[in-house]
């Protein structure tokens, strides 16, 4: 037996060179985890009911069919380190400069011009109860993506006002015990609310602009929708077929805020006059660790009245649209960590 | 001054020495372009620590 606070976490913050070939240890970092599951692995056995000439509809034999691997959530206050690798294993196309700290510049890849097409950077996950001689739990899954990700962003005290979700998948493959030794846990450098420094949503600013009063929350969402991954040679885990690939599909970006409403609000004339702009979020926490996501040209979708708390709020919907000279949107994020996705 | 990277173009005849920030950035990125390392001729000299006697 063992207490689920035992559960460690590893995973790699350097990019696999194949999805089928491990991270090696220096590129795996150990953090905490929110979400307080383990990541579980689900082979799926099938049986012959459906198959005539039995002499019955009733099913004689079991079958190894697959690994069915559920999406695993880490969750996380949002930090310098986790937004830059979150993005980075998300979107896929990464530029880093800088000797410490370093700066990376990241976009949504595009498959016409993505080395590896449709499919994105690969990482190793490791959870280890207790490694050693009498692991309760040691294991490496290999081929692991990023599906997607949220950053909330609230108005309240603390790390919970700056979160980030990140989902991810994974094939079917994995070694156990992991063979990997967790390095120290990382001490990332978290943001919170209070340290947003810029804040312009299509023209508006929230930040000093108005009334500077006027910010309640933010939601921006990431999806890459990834398709099935298996196909003839996809490969095989004791037995059971595993997934070789996973190539994003119709990818998702979405954003939405509440804001207060103030005498002059500008987002309904924004909104029906199909105004648009760019947006800017920045959260700087010192010269070392900030991020900043930059829509290069976001309109309204819906701007709904409502309450919050009793205050009189706008929940807004942004389109954010394809420019065609800046894309859709750049993420550039400030951390100390070298060797993120690289 | 922002620091300096080299971008391939997607149809791998050009490189290019930007400006690392986001305005110089994307419009590369967003069109393909990509990271590469340093051309060898642009690398700063090896400096040899101790030489043979």
Request: overall charge negative.
């Amino acid at each position: 037996m063992a207490n689920i606070s035992e559960l460690l976490n590893g995973w790699g913050f350097g990019k696999q060179t194949a999805i089928g070939t491990a991270n090696l240890v220096a590129t795996i970092w150990r953090h905490t985890n929110l979400n307080t599951k383990p990541w579980a692995k689900v082979p799926v056995n099938e049986d012959d009911r459906a198959e005539i000439g039995k002499g019955h509809e009733f099913p004689t034999q079991l079958f190894k069919s697959h690994y069915n691997m559920p999406a695993y959530e880490l969750s996380k206050y949002a930090s310098s380190e986790f937004l830059a690798w979150a993005l980075s294993f998300s979107m896929g196309n990464v530029v880093v400069s800088g000797s410490g700290p370093y700066v990376y510049t990241i976009v949504p890849a595009l498959g016409a011009t993505n080395p590896t097409g449709l499919e994105l950077p690969y990482f190793s996950f490791v959870q280890q109860i207790r490694p050693g001689g009498s692991a309760v739990l040691d294991e490496m899954l290999v081929g692991c993506a990023v599906k997607g990700w949220k950053l909330s962003i609230k108005n309240s005290p603390g790390r919970a006002s700056a979160m980030c979700a990140v989902e991810c998948v994974t094939t079917g493959q994995y070694t156990s015990p992991s063979g990997i030794t967790l390095p120290a846990i990382s001490t990332p450098h978290e943001f919170n609310a209070g340290m947003i420094s810029a804040l312009t949503f299509n023209g508006i600013n929230y930040l000093t602009g108005g009334s500077a009063k006027q910010f309640v929350s933010m939601e921006a969402s990431w999806e890459n929708n990834f398709r099935p991954g298996f196909f003839p040679g996809s490969g095989a885990q004791d037995g059971y077929q595993i997934q070789g690939r996973f190539e994003w599909g119709d990818r998702a970006f979405a954003v939405q805020f509440v804001v207060r409403v103030q005498a002059g609000s500008t987002e309904y004339a924004n909104l029906i006059n199909l105004t648009t702009g760019t947006a800017t979020f920045t959260m700087t926490r010192d010269a070392n660790n900030s991020f900043t996501m930059l829509i290069q040209k976001m309109g309204f979708n819906v701007a709904e009245l409502g309450n919050t708390d009793g205050i009189v709020t706008l929940q807004i919907t942004g389109v954010q649209l394809y420019d065609p000279t800046n894309g859709m949107v750049t993420m550039t994020v400030t951390t100390p960590l070298q060797g993120i996705c690289q | 001054m922002a620091d300096l990277v080299f971008m391939k173009s997607p149809q791998g005849d050009e490189i290019k020495e930007v400006e690392a920030t986001a305005e110089a950035l994307s419009p590369l990125m967003s069109t393909g372009w990509h990271q590469v390392p340093a051309p060898v001729a642009a690398q700063k000299p090896v400096v040899v620590a101790e030489e043979e006697k």
